[in-house]
């Protein structure tokens, strides 16, 4: 069955202070991996694609990696900010047909970032 | 100014009752999908489609009806039926035919049956 893991559950941080958060998966055949953020009572924004070949991507002060050996993803926030309190979301796609649905949600790493 | 738009942002019903959730989208997608959220738990597949009149049960399409007849347009009907409707209600779109798939998501409709 395929599965996404997110850790931690929840986190607390500083502002101003970096955190990582974790996405480990069993999909398979993977296709590729997505990080959303979603804040509160609104819907999730994509922040970055990871394909099978890609290692890093940055898009701003988030950087996702991917290590498709291990089946680990991280999103790294550098000089974290008020405004990045919000749920974080792994959304792994398998290879599937044109057109089926191969999609497979973790449950989300809630950020909170405090004064 | 393109996007999806769902109706309403809140939303409350006495058990018993049928509702439907609106949800509109101008990006030219072809497909949609209802998805549902509970708290500590990951977005689950309700029903999606790939095209007007046609559409395929997610994962916990039980107690759910929905109707495709407009590209635009992809309404989501909560039943009596369904068992614990409280919930918040999110409705996306994407296009087919590309590698990547990206899900764009509309702000949601928190649902409350009391």
């Known amino acids: 069955k395929n599965q996404v893991e997110q850790s931690p559950q929840s986190l607390i941080i500083l502002e101003g202070k970096n955190c990582t958060l974790q996405?480990?998966?069993?999909?398979?055949?993977?296709?590729?991996l997505r990080w959303y953020k979603q804040d509160t009572g609104r819907g999730p924004v994509s922040l970055t694609i990871?394909?099978?070949?890609?290692n890093t991507k940055s898009n701003g002060r988030y950087t996702a990696t991917l290590d498709a050996d291990t089946k680990q993803s991280s999103l790294h926030i550098t000089a974290s900010q008020l405004s990045d309190s919000a749920s974080y979301i792994c959304?792994?796609?398998?290879?599937?047909?044109?057109?089926?649905?191969?999609?497979?949600f973790g449950k989300g790493t809630k950020l909170s970032v405090i004064p | 100014d393109g996007g999806i738009t769902q109706s309403p942002k809140y939303l409350f019903r006495k058990e018993g009752q049928n509702v439907t959730l609106s949800c509109e989208q101008n990006?030219?997608?072809?497909?949609m999908y209802w998805y549902r959220q509970d708290p500590g738990q990951g977005l689950r597949l309700i029903y999606y489609?790939?095209?007007?009149?046609?559409?395929q049960k997610g994962d916990i399409a039980e107690g759910y009806s929905v109707s495709r007849e407009k590209k635009e347009s992809f309404p989501l009907t909560v039943t009596s039926a369904q068992k614990n409707p409280t919930a918040f209600y999110l409705c996306?779109?994407?296009?087919?035919?590309?590698?990547?798939?990206?899900?764009?998501f509309g702000p949601g409709t928190r649902l409350t049956v009391t």
């Open positions: 996405c480990n998966y069993t999909v398979s055949p993977f296709s590729n």
């Open positions: 959304v792994v796609r398998a290879t599937g047909g044109a057109g089926s649905y191969q999609l497979t």
């Open positions: 990006l030219n997608h072809d497909a």
């Open positions: 489609s790939q095209i007007v009149n046609d559409f």
């Open positions: 990871m394909t099978f070949s890609e």
């Open positions: 996306a779109s994407s296009m087919m035919g590309l590698a990547g798939y990206e899900q764009y």
